[in-house]
């Protein structure tokens, strides 16, 4: 889905890129000179294609928080506060990225209870003082 | 029976002592000549955790520990993913930002963690406590050391006061690329800071208009550093963006004196006469950063229309 994403992503990209292009690129074509205000529009037209990418991007991460599970009302907030670094990190691999939440102890404490559970039943015998019944 | 029994309860121990084993890798060198023997930081405040919930439980604490109040369960809506049952590292930095405070991770050395903390400042770490069959990723905060006991006190998860050796912290975060970061109240910086990766981290929170927090941010910035063009750059900005234009152009003109072919200093500048409707100023210093070319100059042409528009009303 978010492979979909973003190939899709790369298209719309490449075809809202191309448009600004040739916008930006005709009027200076048809005319002698290349005046000072085409100029201007083609450093705009970079900034406009960065912005494009990082638009996207930005919608990559937002669908994948909302995958996530994030509430759609904190998404927005979320994704803004990223910096462009940070979203493209996110863009380009948020599944692979560690979610750290567990708490060590009730992770110990977890596995400490599931091997008694174990060891009353009788299937394992791991901690000497539970008393096994059919023995 | 018994001897049986020992063996398996010696397997369970394994086991469980896997998460805190001490593993081959070197204990870390510390240099303990430059640092108190022993430090806690007692007033920095403990939030035990939620379910899966370390990331909002340590970040709480260290934006706390910078003068920001805010409790966990306002940060469960900023960081956490409950589908992934987790915080992501990137997340935490956005939502420091957030809350007007300069996200900064810091050199990956355990030495480097103790001056912070010994400078008052806790540091939230990323750690690993890898059980090969289980990966467990954890968020805590570093509050204090004793370096004759060679180990560590941390408000982890549920506990308030946990302590671990330096030689079972490093295995554990360097699984975790001996990640950490700290958060300072914006007039202090930290201890370790290092001037290029800093004024960056400033500048996020200058490009998100945070301009009330990257201020006081740059200025000490520039206490530290007096002679850095970044801080001092970014402070003209932050005013600018404060709307506060005659300041924005005392720090512009100081930067340009000793730097007097910085073309975007005088582009800005040129930007601050304009707020000012000082026609005639700005349109003097436009036309310098157009003349210094380069990246300058695309920025002094579109601030001379903007001078053309506006005087021209």
Redesign the interface.
């Known amino acids: 889905m978010i492979m979909l994403r973003k190939r899709l992503s790369t298209i719309v990209g490449c075809v809202l890129a191309s448009f600004l292009f040739a916008s930006v690129i005709l009027p200076a074509a048809q005319a002698q000179m290349v005046g ?1 205000d085409a ?2 529009r083609a ?1 705009q037209m970079q900034q406009e294609r960065a912005a494009v990418a990082t638009a996207l991007e930005r919608a990559d991460v937002r669908e994948a ?1 909302l ?5 759609p009302a ?1 998404v927005q ?2 994704v ?4 462009t670094d ?1 979203v493209h ?2 863009a380009q691999n ?1 599944e692979q ?12 404490l977890f ?2 209870v599931l ?1 008694l559970i174990t060891d009353i039943l009788g299937l ?5 003082f539970v008393n096994h019944k059919h023995r | 029976m ?1 001897n ?3 063996a ?2 010696g ?2 121990g394994v ?2 002592s896997g ?1 805190v084993a001490c593993s081959s890798l070197p204990v870390p060198r510390v240099d303990d000549a430059s640092l108190t023997p022993q430090i806690e930081l007692t007033s920095v405040a403990f939030f035990p ?1 939620e ?5 909002p439980a340590a970040l709480a604490t260290v934006l706390n520990a910078a003068g920001a109040a805010v409790t966990p369960e306002e940060l469960v ?2 960081v ?12 935490l ?3 420091i ?2 809350h007007a405070r300069v996200p900064y991770v810091i050199e990956p050395q355990l030495d480097t963690v103790l001056h912070e903390v010994a400078a008052g400042h806790p540091v939230l770490v ?4 890898d059980l090969s069959w ?6 805590a905060v570093v509050v204090g050391f004793d370096l004759a006991q060679r180990e560590l006190i941390l408000r ?4 308030p006061r946990a302590l671990l050796g330096f030689a079972e912290f490093e295995r554990s975060w360097a699984l ?1 690329q001996h990640w950490a970061l700290v958060i300072t109240p914006l007039e202090q910086l930290p201890v370790t800071a290092d001037e290029t990766r800093y004024l960056s981290a400033v500048a ?1 929170l200058e ?2 208009q945070q301009f009330a927090a990257a201020a006081p941010a740059y200025m000490a910035a520039l206490a530290r550093w007096p002679g850095s063009v970044a801080a001092r750059f970014g402070l003209g900005n932050s005013r600018y963006g404060l709307g506060q234009f005659t300041q924005a152009e005392q720090e512009y003109r100081e930067l340009l004196a000793p730097h007097p072919t910085l073309g975007v200093v005088w582009n800005n500048l040129a930007m601050s006469l304009i707020a000012q409707r000082r026609w005639d100023d700005a349109r003097d210093a436009a036309q310098h950063a157009l003349e210094l070319g380069g990246a300058s100059a ?1 920025a002094a ?2 601030t001379l ?1 903007e001078l053309n528009a506006q005087a021209g009303r």
Request: glycine share 8%; charged share 15%.
């Open positions: 000072t100029l201007l450093q928080l995958n996530y599970g994030v509430d904190q907030a979320r803004d506060s990223l910096s940070e990190a996110l948020i990225l560690p979610t750290a939440g567990d708490d060590p102890l009730g992770i110990l596995i400490f091997l394992t015998h791991v901690f000497p | 018994v049986i029994g020992a398996r309860l397997l369970g086991l469980l998460i955790q379910d899966h919930q370390c990331g809506a900023q956490y993913l409950p589908a992934r049952q987790g915080s992501l590292q990137l997340e930095l956005a939502a930002r957030r990323l750690q690993n406590l289980l990966p467990v990723w954890h968020y982890s998860g549920r506990e975790a996020e490009a998100q695309d042409r579109a229309s």
